[in-house]
Every structure is written in C-alpha cells, then in structure tokens.
C-alpha cells in the first residue's frame, strides 16, 4: 500500500474516538470486509484531510472506518462488512 498523504495512521484518531468509546480504540484490531486480513487500528494508514477521518486497510487499501465530528453528534461508518475487536480492560 502506498503511503498515505497525511503522513498519519490510526493513533491520530485516539481522541476523537475516545469521546465516543470508553476503551482506547487504538488497541482494538480491526478485520477488513474486503481482503479479511486483521490488523490494529493503530497501524492502519489515516486521510484526514477530508470533512472527517477516514482508514484505509494496511493491506488491500479498502476504506474501513470514517468518522465524522460535528458539535451535536458523530457519523462512525465501517463499511463492507469490517468489524472491530475492542479489548476489555
């Protein structure tokens, strides 16, 4: 996978998706809906140059989460099929 633009991966996305969920999200792994390769969101490549925040699978480069911020609510899309796997504690 190239590199991403903004230089960022999925740890720029701790605070915003703390606000959100209680555990630190940049521990949880996540499974890619297109290629179904695991992998920590932490390490997966960010675009934030956009309205919101979105990761790119560090494998196949399939979008696997956007996240949108406004000051009422949040838009948090996992689109094909990707599911996270959040640690307890």
Known sequence: MDEPGTGLDG???A???GLIFT???TTAAGRCGSCGRDGM???APLYADAPGAVLRCPF???VTLRLV???DR???D??????LMIPRG
């Not at 996992?78 to 599911?83: D, F, R, V």
């Open 60 to 62: 196949c480069g399939e």
């Open 74 to 76: 949040y838009w948090l």
């Open 15 to 17: 605070g915003p998706l």
């Open 78 to 83: 996992l689109p094909a099929g990707t599911s």
């Open 41 to 43: 969101l932490a390490r």
């Open 69 to 71: 911020t406004a000051p």
């Open 11 to 13: 740890n720029a996305l």
């Open 23 to 25: 555990p630190d999200m």
